[in-house]
């Protein structure tokens, strides 16, 4: 179950950066504009999409969904989503003409998901949620860097989503590098060794194999969720209510998400 969140407190502020430089250091002014331009409100240029075609009468309007106000709700709806996946009921909601419509004008999502690049776990699908619910940021193995940082900075402070959540996944392919590498000691390709050298603290040396692995995957999700309830921008909104970080973890096997405490 993923449901019944417990605020994670901040339990350190390590970094000297905060994520909250995305908002503070700008004017009124400067942060309105770029709240329209991000969230959907100022659409311009319409015309210029790729594939447009001449205007339309408007569809019909109709009632969506009543969307989560709170962190509370919004697990509930992913746990509810989750559910109808793993048993073939999916609704895929959110998809109308009506709804496309109301979206060119604002986005309100109800959740935030910082989850893995891998191709079997994508979060809309995992949680059975439409255009508009929910804002994802996917990086393999959930590393952090400042882009996913100031990312889930909007998120959170911009437009005020009340829950965010680490999603990890059984099998992660980064997870299974780093472990690898570490215990080989070669050095990976590229910019991958970039992602093993932020896993790595997480590697957990007290299992063996395949079973440290699959340790490691959880203590990757716990990690993360440690440092992003440390930025202070964001344990601010832990303290006051307004906002949940909680961990959870996808299974291959059974497509079951589960909270990872």
């Given at each position: 179950?993923?449901?019944?969140?417990?605020?994670?407190?901040?339990?350190?502020?390590?970094?000297?950066?905060?994520?909250?430089?995305?908002?503070g250091?700008?004017?009124p002014?400067?942060?309105?504009?770029l709240?329209?331009?991000?969230?959907?409100?100022?659409?311009?240029?319409?015309?210029?999409?790729?594939?447009?075609?001449?205007?339309?009468?408007?569809?019909?309007?109709?009632?969506?969904?009543?969307?989560?106000?709170?962190?509370?709700?919004?697990?509930?709806?992913?746990n509810?989503g989750?559910?109808r996946?793993?048993?073939?009921?999916?609704?895929?909601?959110?998809?109308?003409?009506?709804?496309?419509?109301?979206?060119?004008?604002?986005?309100?999502?109800?959740?935030?998901?910082?989850?893995?690049?891998?191709?079997?776990?994508?979060?809309?699908?995992?949680?059975?949620?439409?255009?508009?619910?929910?804002?994802?940021?996917?990086s393999?193995?959930?590393?952090?860097?400042?882009?996913?940082?100031?990312?889930?900075?909007?998120?959170?402070?911009?437009?005020?989503?009340?829950?965010?959540?680490?999603?990890?996944?059984?099998?992660?392919g980064?997870?299974?590098?780093t472990?690898?590498?570490?215990?080989?000691?070669?050095?990976?390709?590229?910019?991958?060794?970039?992602?093993?050298?932020?896993?790595?603290?997480?590697?957990?040396?007290?299992?063996?194999?395949?079973?440290?692995?699959?340790?490691?995957?959880?203590?990757?999700?716990?990690?993360?969720?440690?440092?992003?309830?440390?930025?202070?921008d964001?344990?601010?909104?832990?303290?006051?209510?307004a906002?949940?970080?909680?961990?959870?973890?996808?299974?291959?096997?059974?497509?079951?998400?589960?909270?990872?405490?």
């Amino acid at each position: 179950m993923i449901s019944d969140p417990t605020p994670h407190r901040a339990v350190r502020a390590q970094r000297t950066t905060s994520v909250a430089s995305i908002s503070g250091a700008t004017s009124p002014a400067r942060r309105s504009l770029l709240r329209a331009a991000l969230t959907g409100t100022a659409v311009l240029g319409a015309g210029l999409a790729i594939g447009a075609e001449p205007a339309a009468a408007t569809p019909p309007t109709a009632a969506r969904r009543k969307r989560p106000t709170n962190a509370k709700e919004a697990l509930r709806e992913l746990n509810e989503g989750n559910r109808r996946w793993r048993t073939f009921r999916q609704q895929h909601p959110d998809e109308s003409p009506a709804v496309r419509q109301a979206l060119t004008t604002g986005q309100h999502p109800f959740a935030l998901v910082l989850g893995c690049i891998d191709s079997r776990v994508p979060p809309e699908v995992v949680f059975d949620q439409g255009l508009g619910d929910l804002m994802t940021i996917r990086s393999a193995g959930q590393v952090l860097d400042e882009a996913v940082l100031g990312s889930l900075a909007f998120g959170v402070l911009e437009l005020g989503i009340p829950l965010l959540m680490v999603l990890g996944h059984q099998s992660c392919g980064a997870v299974k590098a780093t472990v690898e590498a570490d215990a080989s000691g070669e050095e990976l390709p590229a910019h991958i060794q970039y992602l093993a050298d932020q896993i790595s603290p997480a590697i957990d040396r007290s299992k063996q194999g395949d079973a440290r692995i699959d340790a490691t995957i959880d203590a990757n999700v716990r990690r993360i969720r440690a440092r992003l309830a440390a930025e202070p921008d964001l344990a601010a909104k832990v303290d006051s209510g307004a906002l949940s970080i909680v961990g959870a973890r996808y299974e291959l096997t059974t497509q079951r998400v589960h909270r990872i405490s």
